[in-house]
């Protein structure tokens, strides 16, 4: 999306049709519309599989999962891939230059099916839904959020060095609040490897006393957690007794479609809805550091960086956040995190299942889409 198509969608979204940098509530649809684009970004092709046909089809011979939606996914093994009504098997090697030859002379992705197991159920799904990995021809571990961690990471490790050894990183954000790191030796980025571990943080600074987390945000809207392993017993209890009805104003019904993707329906008038939110879920409390700083208990900076927000001097890294966050006592009532259903096509069902701030969930009837408040202490049906 160019910067003119980028404007014109930003201005379509705005009820007054007026683009505006200083209206927060005008900021935050912007906000919205690229960390779409980011997401649309992180989705293979059939041109990105064309430009390296032997990453794509080593990693379907060799038996191996593809990540879907994001790098954090759920796993996909292929059993076999239909291109225009021919069908090539994983257990077939043999036919990897065939089946190459066939990607290659392809000439819409929607003529390439791709059958497999998710969650143990056998699936079909298109291109679109593959995560494209750093070897599908991603960027490694990520996109702009992954470029912000190295912004920060370059800055500190550039101030070691222009410091002659250690130094103390003293992050100082706009309410003045400051988590201070003294005696920094180096600064890593954790790429995949932490969240693999279910733990938050994106960047380490390692200090003569061990190492510690920082869990790095992106200035505007951002999200806490994928709960669908945190919360499983509660998404199956939400997708059976949608299933039957037994949920206030919602049923879910096999997309005519896509029959294995469930869409959130209001029973009344029959329209989807796009997102229900879902209050007062005791787990949510039980779990609140795991959810918002993870079991390394990482240190939450809240900035999109810039070479301005570093000063170094005597020997201390001052660095100017948005917001920071020392620990569970640091978050504000609107940060509370909340449980959040979505529709997201490349999930299994085709439910999006996530913890977000409260601050960030539009609980109020809207013209942009339809939604459905649940309060947990009313619903007999998931408890």
């Avoid at 649309?40 to 092709?45: A, F, I, P, T, V």
């Avoid at 995949?192 to 200035?219: C, I, R």
């Avoid at 806490?224 to 499983?232: G, I, L, T």
Wanted: proline content about 4%; aromatic content about 6%; overall charge negative.
């Amino acid at each position: 999306m160019g910067l003119e198509e980028l404007l014109l969608e930003w201005s379509y979204r705005c009820k007054d049709g007026i683009v505006d940098l200083d209206d927060p509530n005008k900021l935050s649809i912007l906000h919205e519309i690229i960390n779409e684009l980011e997401l649309e970004e992180s989705m293979l092709s059939l041109n990105s599989i064309k430009k390296r046909p032997g990453s794509f089809t080593n990693i379907f011979y060799d038996q191996k999962p593809f990540k879907l939606g994001t790098k954090d996914g759920d796993n996909f093994i292929a059993d076999y891939i239909v291109i225009d009504n021919e069908t090539f098997y994983s257990k077939d090697k043999e036919e990897k230059e065939n089946l190459e030859g066939a990607l290659a002379k392809a000439s819409n992705a929607r003529n390439v099916k791709i059958v497999g197991q998710l969650n143990g159920q056998e699936t079909t799904i298109n291109i679109s839904a593959i995560y494209k990995s750093a070897n599908l021809g991603g960027q490694e571990d990520g996109g702009r959020g992954v470029k912000n961690e190295k912004e920060l990471v370059d800055a500190i490790n550039s101030a070691i060095e222009q410091n002659g050894g250690p130094i103390d990183v003293k992050f100082v954000d706009k309410e003045d609040k400051v988590i201070l790191i003294p005696g920094v030796t180096q600064a890593k980025g954790m790429g995949t490897t932490g969240s693999k571990q279910g733990l938050k943080g994106d960047v380490t600074l390692v200090t003569a006393n061990g190492e510690q987390n920082l869990s790095v945000k992106k200035d505007g809207p951002y999200w806490w957690s994928s709960e669908r392993k945190n919360f499983a017993e509660l998404l199956n209890k939400f997708i059976e007794n949608g299933k039957e009805g037994n949920i206030p104003n919602l049923i879910l019904k096999p997309n005519p479609l896509q029959p294995k993707i469930l869409d959130m329906m209001d029973p009344k008038d029959g329209k989807r809805y796009g997102i229900v939110y879902l209050l007062n879920y005791p787990g949510v409390d039980a779990n609140l550091e795991k959810i918002t700083f993870g079991p390394d208990k990482a240190k939450i900076v809240q900035r999109s960086f810039s070479p301005s927000d570093y000063n170094l001097e005597n020997g201390v890294l001052t660095i100017q956040t948005t917001r920071n966050m020392n620990d569970v006592n640091d978050l504000k009532d609107s940060d509370k995190p909340i449980i959040t259903f979505a529709r997201h096509k490349n999930q299994s069902h085709g439910i999006d299942f996530r913890t977000i701030p409260l601050k960030q969930a539009k609980l109020e009837p809207s013209t942009k889409g339809k939604t459905l408040v649940l309060d947990y202490n009313k619903l007999q049906s998931l408890q």
